[in-house]
């Protein structure tokens, strides 16, 4: 972010005090599109910057040069106070054919505090962007309907705030020159305008939450069952949703490329609902992460929770990335402990959250990586992974009739009896009743008019459906 100005303007100048690259504290909307933009990177330690390089690549971001400096951070401009003056130094002293000519963006390899944030920026004079600054920015470029934009809104400005309170209290005390009533400053009134909108957005999220809520009350007093899919970002959630279901969604080899949930049935089952949703990432701060809990409730309070990872990710990616969703899950939206108890470690029929793991992507890797792969999500206490690719097709159905035994329990055998004088319904009225009620996978015609049919089938859809036939319809 930029602090373009330290000396707050009075309001009615033509160039009122800008907060630059935070979501458009005065500026208005956020600026979506960064695709040809120029940056370096400060690094410090010896900290991988693969995942964040990943992250800028996507946004169409160009790391121009990448500056390293060993040790710990500096907690007032992340570099030491020398070796960031030399960065400033080089930005303000550059020509047109210098190296980073075309650079307007730095980018903090951290969780950057609010002071470092403003330290960095007062020194180096262009748009800075820490870990959080970079998701929002994201985040921001691809959030397509109301929902998302309200959400990434919220985060956004909660970020901003953290930044504001900072600059004022840095300010000098005594005479300032401001604007409004009573000697309001144009950062308090900044601060206020933020406070004021995130309570018109909190608002409008909690009426979408509670719609949200009562569709899903709806859909299970219907019969509907929902399976989740959660994982680390860029997992393959919305290529097996899309296996799985056959509905089109975005699918993309990009970070965050869904940020909203899409719902959609499964396959040729009317009484299975998909949520696929927003993928986690490493050190979201708590704030962040909560204004996409809305969206996140969608898959992770379903009937049961699909936990994805990439198999040809090396161990040491895997392990952090499924740790990292393990987290997410069950401490942070859960709200559970994790140790040497945890239920996976015990009797799986006794979970109070069902769950399976599913390592993805399996056309992409080698024998080796497979057998590490099971080994580390041993390791973790998850329950036992499923092995698929959702191009090749490779351990689909064996995932398919997993998730439906899971929720229905074993397939069950029925037989239609022909109508009689006692209940003179159609047959044909009855097999509509069983295709409603569950996932019919045989059907037969037998002599006497008899129809067997096998269907997956929930047990207490299968006892209103027998009580409903008038003893039409039999277990066999």
């Not at 005594?174 to 601060?191: D, F, H, P, V």
């Not at 009317?270 to 969206?295: C, E, K, M």
Request: charged share 25%; hydrophobic share 40%.
């Amino acid at each position: 972010m930029t602090m373009t100005q330290r000396l707050y303007m009075a309001k009615g100048e033509e160039d009122p005090f800008v907060l630059a690259g935070t979501g458009g504290v005065t500026l208005g909307e956020a600026r979506t599109n960064h695709e040809g933009r120029q940056a370096i990177l400060l690094l410090r330690g010896n900290e991988d910057a693969s995942e964040f390089i990943a992250l800028v690549a996507t946004m169409g971001i160009t790391i121009t040069e990448t500056l390293h400096q060993p040790g710990h951070e500096d907690p007032r401009g992340f570099f030491g106070k020398g070796r960031l003056q030399d960065v400033a130094d080089e930005l303000s002293t550059r020509t047109r054919n210098h190296p980073w000519s075309g650079v307007d963006l730095v980018l903090l390899h951290t969780n950057g505090t609010p002071r470092q944030l403003v330290g960095v920026s007062d020194a180096v004079k262009v748009e800075v962007w820490d870990r959080v600054r970079l998701l929002l920015a994201l985040f921001t470029s691809h959030a397509a309907s109301i929902e998302a934009r309200t959400q990434v809104r919220i985060a956004r400005l909660q970020s901003d705030r953290t930044v504001l309170r900072e600059l004022a209290n840095q300010s000098t005390t005594g005479e300032r020159a401001g604007y409004g009533g009573g000697g309001i400053t144009a950062l308090q009134a900044s601060i206020d305008n933020i406070n004021r909108e995130l309570t018109h957005l909190r608002k409008r999220q909690q009426k979408h939450a509670g719609a949200q809520s009562e569709r899903r009350r709806q859909r299970s007093r219907s019969g509907a069952m929902t399976v989740g899919l959660a994982g680390y970002t860029n997992a393959g959630k919305s290529s097996l949703f899309l296996n799985l279901s056959g509905k089109e969604v975005l699918v993309q080899d990009k970070l965050f490329s869904t940020l909203e949930t899409t719902l959609g049935r499964m396959e040729a089952s009317p009484r299975v609902l998909l949520a696929d949703t927003i993928g986690f990432i490493d050190h979201l701060p708590s704030a962040t992460l909560d204004a996409f809990r809305a969206t996140l409730a969608e898959a992770l309070e379903a009937d049961l929770l699909l936990i994805l990872a990439d198999v040809s990710d090396d161990p040491v990616e895997l392990e952090r990335k499924l740790f990292t969703s393990r987290q997410e899950v069950f401490t942070r939206f859960y709200g559970e402990e994790i140790d040497e108890e945890f239920p996976w470690q015990n009797d799986a029929s006794s979970l109070k959250h069902h769950v399976m793991t599913v390592l993805t992507k399996v056309d992409q890797a080698s024998q080796q990586h497979v057998e590490e792969a099971i080994a580390t999500v041993s390791a973790l206490g998850l329950p036992e992974p499923y092995i698929v690719s959702s191009h090749s097709g490779e351990g689909m159905q064996e995932l398919k009739d997993a998730i439906l035994f899971h929720l229905f329990g074993p397939q069950v055998n029925l037989l239609l009896l022909p109508a009689s004088e006692q209940n003179p319904r159609g047959i044909e009225g009855y097999v509509s009743d069983v295709y409603d009620a569950g996932l019919v996978t045989d059907s037969e015609r037998l002599e006497d008019g008899l129809i067997s049919m096998t269907v997956w089938i929930h047990e207490q859809a299968l006892a209103r459906l027998i009580a409903h036939s008038k003893g039409r319809i039999e277990v066999k």
